[in-house]
């Protein structure tokens, strides 16, 4: 659980999809509990149980079907990194 203590100011959770739905809200919960200040992002996009990650806190979801520029610029933005 290291990603808890990270001072990194975005963390990438990276699993199966079983993880995901079995762990992935318990632990963006506690994420976003101690760490008010920093992105959750997913590598995946488990449809079964993204609506439940979202509410928990995942604020992004990297899969091949996204926009990596776009998100990418989004990430920038809100992490003061461009303006926007």
Known sequence: MAALDSEANIVVLCGSDAN??????????????????KLLVLAGC????????????FEFFISAQINAVEMLRTIQKRLNIING
Do not use: V
Not at 22 to 29: I, P, V
Not at 47 to 56: E, F, M, T, V, W
């Open 20 to 37: 995901y739905e079995a762990f992935g809200a318990s632990f963006a919960e506690l994420f976003s509990k101690k760490n008010k200040d």
């Open 46 to 57: 488990p449809q079964a149980c993204i609506d439940s990650l979202s509410k928990a806190g």
